[in-house]
T-cell receptor, first 113, second 113 residues
Framework: AQKVTQAQTEISVVEKEDVTLDCVYETRDTTYYLFWYKQPPSGELVFLIRRNSFDEQNEISGRYSWNFQKSTSSFNFTITASQVVDSAVYFCALRNTGNQFYFGTGTSLTVIP | NAGVTQTPKFRVLKTGQSMTLLCAQDMNHEYMYWYRQDPGMGLRLIHYSVGEGTTAKGEVPDGYNVSRLKKQNFLLGLESAAPSQTSVYFC????????????FGSGTRLTVV
């Protein structure tokens, strides 16, 4: 069975603080992709990143970075020097060889100015 | 390039009324999906389609029907709306390769009173 767990339901940080959003997944497949999506207050779902199961290199994109560790089945997302515009709900998702994604329940991030 | 377009964006229904949500994509994607998003529950798959003329049940299919008569369109129907179907509905599409990412529509906010 596939499962994605985002244990942090809500997080609040003060602007400019760093914040890490946790994502733990379960799958028996050896081939899979992991995704992060952002849902700002406007409601749309915005793709952030995709990583495949064979590439454990961490990735940095501006203030965003992702730490993929197969040993702990985690794909954590860090925002450095958070900004108010980062306030959103963030979803982690897994897609394996099946036809669908498995989403976590989301983490609501509030960045306080 | 419109991507995935959902109509309508907002709708209020009375209990027992019926309606159809339309999802249209112009990317020639094989796969299309309908999700509902409820607070604290993340995104749950209602139905999906792996090609024109095909549909399959997802995690929460009861009370909904779907049709995929044309490759670019995926319709979600509510035959007799219930307050429990108050939700935000997202359509998504992807290529047929099983590890492709999703493109989401902007969502439909449905309220059943």
């Amino acid at each position: 069975a596939q499962k994605v767990t985002q244990a942090q339901t809500e997080i609040s940080v003060v602007e400019k603080e760093d914040v890490t959003l946790d994502c733990v997944y379960e799958t028996r497949d050896t081939t899979y992709y992991l995704f992060w999506y952002k849902q700002p207050p406007s409601g749309e779902l915005v793709f952030l990143i995709r990583r495949n199961s064979f590439d454990e290199q961490n990735e940095i994109s501006g203030r965003y970075s992702w730490n993929f560790q197969k040993s702990t089945s985690s794909f954590n997302f860090t925002i450095t020097a958070s900004q108010v515009v980062d306030s959103a709900v963030y979803f982690c998702a897994l897609r394996n060889t099946g036809n669908q994604f498995y989403f976590g329940t989301g983490t609501s991030l509030t960045v306080i100015p | 390039n419109a991507g995935v377009t959902q109509t309508p964006k907002f709708r209020v229904l009375k209990t027992g009324q019926s309606m159809t949500l339309l999802c249209a994509q112009d990317m020639n994607h094989e796969y299309m999906y309908w999700y509902r998003q409820d607070p604290g529950m993340g995104l749950r798959l209602i139905h999906y389609s792996v090609g024109e003329g095909t549909t399959a049940k997802g995690e929460v299919p009861d009370g909904y029907n779907v049709s995929r008569l044309k490759k670019q369109n995926f319709l979600l129907g509510l035959e007799s709306a219930a307050p429990s179907q108050t939700s935000v509905y997202f359509c998504a599409s992807s290529y047929g390769t099983y590890l492709a990412g999703y493109t989401f529509g902007s969502g439909t906010r449905l309220t059943v009173v």
